[in-house]
Every structure is written in structure tokens, then in C-alpha cells.
């Protein structure tokens, strides 16, 4: 599919109708004849429009249509060279055959997103993934074949179920032979799971993508390893090799092994209060006279999880380190010393048995107002003012959890 449309001189798209019976405007069936206005962008490049005679623009019909909507139509208009677009009252005409050409000015953000750019690898797989997963479905089992062609753009990478792997020169790391995975991903709202595919893939999920980038798969507190040619092998083994089998993968290759450091703690719901929202939260202790509470983003929804509807409910939480050691972030202590933070991610898990399910994660880091707060030990709202704040760099980075956590070997799926 990827070559196809990469191939193509120009790309019909019938972006009016809400199904394929709909017609082409002006070809199929007829409209009132108006005059074209061509638009330079460039030497080599025109935005051709009709006048238009709605209080919405083209563009933003487009981002509209049904046709935009669906996630097998990603692929057709971010791997095409040229698009025309039939509306019911006007055709567009948007090229971008000149590689240095930045249409995102000229176009709405949302049509703007479903378009290829030259953004270094982390954003555009950023960009892919957080595009196509807010799109439908009408079988779950094409969620891998509908994307293969737009993963299959980007350069020196390797993907595993939609899960992008690069070195390090390619991800902001300055260990150019470090494999990273893009497992660092969120979702804008609890959604429900995807079957026949891994939680730690965004695929595995119906429900839209926040931000996706890439962890280390070997570092000082966490090592990944994935399936390959019967057996759990470290990225670097496989990689260049993982994308030729996506046609057919093997059900074992679901699962990755995690060597890393495990804590169980505690999640409560919570209601609304002075300092937080209702919610799930985990229950992170702090100190002998407080404990924080941080509320993760989750990818299930546990309010219609029985599992999870407990007032009290224990779950092991897994580190996983957000960037590598050699580009870890400076910080100052109390005493006046330097030291290296490491930021880390935490996912939460389920126990299905022979594996874990990931459902949710969160994170010390850059927290949002109201996502982490403090509560005594008889539930009173204890507001995070110095010194007590000065400890949190031990919980955002993996100081507190390897001090805490016990070092385990894991398959998650």
C-alpha cells in the first residue's frame, strides 16, 4: 500500500459523502461550474481552490469529512505526493512535492498533522501515532496493517506491533549504537483494549494517543528484551530485521521481557477535594508524617473495571527510565550538592497469569497542577511548600524506587 501511493502521480479523494457510494462532485454528479483560483506556494507547488461560498473553509472541511475519520485513509493521505480532494462545492489541490516546502501556515492543524514533515524521528512517530489512533476502525484486526505503510517512512528505524524502535544518534541520545522503544505514550482519556494486540502498543488500545517517545531498552534500572527467532533477544540483536515480519507476526512476539525494579503500592479512590479531583490515585508513601497522591494517566477505564472499583486495591508498578544515563538532568540538594537526575516512568500492571497487562503509568516529572498532592496520615490536605517539596526529586527520578522496589524479571503483554 505504501508503495502505491508513494508512487502515484496524484491521489483522488472523495472527501464528501459519508461512504464510498457518495460520488466525486463535479464528476459523478454534477455541481455549478465556477471559476478555479490557483494559489502559489512555492515554484514547484499550488494550492489550487474554487471560491467557496460556506462559513467554513475547505481545509476545515476536510479535517471534517468522513473520509478524515477513518484510519485506513491515513495512509493514503500522508504517503501521496499530491492530493486532490473532492468537495461538495469546491476541489483542493495540495502538494507537497517540494521536500522543503512547510505547509502547516496554510493549512488547519488537524489536516496539517495527517501530512509527512521533517521533523527529526521522536516527533514524527510522535506525530503518526497521536494522528492515527484518534481514527476508526471498523475491525480491530487491520489496527497494525492500516499503519505499516506510514511507519514504514521513517528512516533508519524498525517497528514491532506499531512500536517504533531507533538508535540512539536518531532519539536525542548521544550513545549512537543505544537501541531506544517508543513504550513512553499516554492516552487523553481512559479507553477500552484492543484484542490480539500488546498493552505496551498503542494499537492495543481504542483510544487517542497524548505524546509518544522513545525509552532506553537498556539502562541502569531497566532492561527490555523482545521475542525474536525463538527466544527473548536485547532490541539490538533484532533490529533491521523486526518490520519484514509485521505481515505475520508470531503470537510470542506479544510479550517482552522486563528486568527492572517493582514496587506494589497502593491506589485509593478519591473524591473531589481542596487540592485534587475524583479519581484514582496511587498512594505514594513520603514521609512518616505524609503521603503523596498522583493521579496516572490511564489507558483502561477503571470505572467499569469491577477490578478496580475497590475503594483500596494494591498493584505492582514497574520503573522504566524516560531517557538515558548520559543525558541525565542536573540538580541541586538542600546540602548544596550536584547530582544526576535520571527521570523516570512508572507503569502500572495487572496479573493475567503467565504475564502482565499494562493499564496505566504516571510520573514524578513536570507534574500538572492537581495531579500530585499530600494528604497527612489522618487525611488532612498538607500543602507541598518547602521543605517538603525538595524530597519529590526522589520520587521523579528512580532514587526513592530502586531504594524501595524489588528487581524482578517479568513478561508484560
Known amino acids: 500500500m505504501g508503495l502505491i501511493y508513494s508512487s502515484a502521480q496524484i491521489t483522488l479523494v472523495a472527501a464528501f459523502g459519508s461512504d464510498a457510494n457518495a460520488g466525486l462532485p463535479g464528476v459523478t454528479r454534477c455541481r455549478q461550474r465556477r471559476e478555479l483560483i490557483m494559489h502559489a506556494v512555492t515554484d514547484r507547488s499550488r494550492l489550487v481552490i474554487q471560491p467557496w461560498r460556506t462559513n467554513k473553509g475547505p481545509r476545515a472541511l476536510i479535517a471534517e469529512s468522513t473520509w478524515f475519520s477513518r484510519a485506513w485513509t491515513f495512509q493514503e493521505g500522508y504517503l501521496s ?108 482519556l481512559p479507553c477500552s483494549r484492543r484484542k490480539g494486540f500488546p498493552s505496551w502498543s498503542p494499537l492495543g488500545w481504542r483510544g487517542t494517543v497524548n505524546h509518544c517517545t522513545f525509552v532506553p531498552t537498556v539502562s541502569s534500572t531497566c532492561s527490555v528484551e523482545l521475542w525474536y527467532d525463538g527466544d527473548f533477544k536485547p532490541p539490538c540483536k533484532a533490529f533491521g530485521r523486526l518490520a519484514e515480519r509485521s505481515n505475520d507476526p508470531l503470537e510470542d512476539s506479544k510479550l517482552l521481557k522486563l528486568t527492572t525494579t517493582v514496587l506494589r503500592l497502593d491506589l485509593e479512590h478519591l473524591d473531589d477535594g481542596p487540592t485534587n479531583t475524583a479519581g484514582l490515585y496511587v498512594k505514594v508513601p513520603y514521609s512518616k508524617k505524609i503521603d503523596l497522591f498522583v493521579r496516572p494517566s490511564w ?82 490536605p498538607v500543602y507541598l511548600t518547602f521543605p517538603y517539596d525538595t524530597d519529590l526529586h526522589r520520587y521523579r527520578d528512580a532514587t526513592c524506587w530502586m531504594e524501595n522496589g524489588v528487581r524482578e524479571t517479568f513478561l508484560l503483554g
Not at 494522528?131 to 484486526?141: C, G, I
Not at 517497528?159 to 505514550?185: C, F, T
Open 299 to 380: 489507558d483502561v477505564d477503571y470505572k467499569s473495571k469491577r477490578s478496580l472499583k475497590k475503594a483500596r486495591i494494591r498493584l505492582p508498578c514497574v520503573v522504566i527510565l524516560r531517557c538515558p544515563d548520559n543525558s541525565r538532568l542536573e540538580r541541586g540538594t538542600q546540602e548544596g550538592k550536584r547530582i544526576l537526575e535520571e527521570r523516570s516512568l512508572l507503569f502500572i500492571l495487572q496479573n493475567h497469569g503467565s504475564h502482565y497487562g499494562g493499564i496505566g503509568r504516571f510520573s514524578m516529572q513536570n507534574h500538572k497542577r492537581g495531579s500530585v498532592f499530600a494528604r497527612d496520615k489522618q487525611g488532612r
Open 81 to 188: 505526493r499530491r492530493r486532490m480532494y473532492f468537495l461538495e462545492n469546491a476541489d483542493v489541490c495540495i502538494c507537497d512535492e517540494d521536500p522543503g516546502v512547510n505547509m502547516i501556515g496554510a493549512l488547519t492543524d488537524q489536516l496539517a498533522a495527517s501530512l509527512p514533515n521533517s521533523a527529526e524521528t521522536q516527533n514524527r512517530v510522535g506525530a503518526i501515532m497521536r494522528e492515527y489512533t484518534r481514527r476508526q476502525l471498523t475491525y480491530d484486526s487491520d489496527a497494525l496493517n492500516a499503519i505499516l505503510g506510514a511507519l514504514g517512512t521513517l528512516e533508519r528505524t524498525d517497528h514491532i506491533w506499531g512500536v517504533s524502535l531507533a538508535q540512539g544518534e536518531n532519539i536525542r541520545s548521544y550513545n549512537a549504537l543505544e537501541i531506544g522503544m517508543a513504550l513512553d505514550w499516554e492516552h487523553l
